[in-house]
């Protein structure tokens, strides 16, 4: 996770026209220091609802109206501290817990998490991302040591180690045709694109796009 001097959240206004090139002007949405350092996310739900995990303080999940109104949605279990949020075409909400390590689901009109996955063998369970199949790719960095895993949760309960030995892995994200997986790592400043197989495993890794400077974070397409 990356961690931000005035943890608030951004709106992005409607674009406007500026010959040539589109520009855009950002403002803060929520007041300053109302998340905490840790804010992180953030995802949006079937209704438009924003949601980023640490709202006042670390191991919750903050709810934002279109106003910048915020409210404390849920509390993850004691010792769990939630980093990127999706939501699936059913409305579940995932969060991934890098401290617990531990992937949390809430269900449609539910404010309560269960465990999804989970297994000692993760390092920070960081991002989400969710084909359309239901399958969840997650990134699993490890920032002491600049390396990182790829996971792959098929179902409840089952986790499947995609690679080792990467980078430190942070954001992810399936291509809108649902035919690629996208993983960047954030020091080594790359992004890497996969082939999606049938049965949700990847292959055929090559190098997408590499940066010379500043580092990654979160990832959409």
Known sequence: MK???KPALYLLLTPLL???IWAFQSEDLTPEFSFTAGIEGPAVDKDGVLYAVNYKEEGTVGRVDEKGQA???LKLPKGSTGNGIRFDREGNMYIADYAGHK???VSPGSRS???YAESPEMNQPNDLAISDTGVIYLSDPNWQEG???LWMIPKAGELVLLETGMGTTNGIEVSPNGK???VNESEQRKVWKYDILPDGRVNNKRLLISFVDHGLDGMRC
């Open 3 to 5: 961690f931000s001097p």
């Open 18 to 20: 500026c010959n040539p």
């Open 71 to 73: 409210e404390v949605f």
């Open 103 to 105: 992937v949390f689901r």
């Open 113 to 115: 998490p269960e465990v």
């Open 147 to 149: 390396t990182g895993n």
């Open 180 to 182: 690629y997986l996208y």
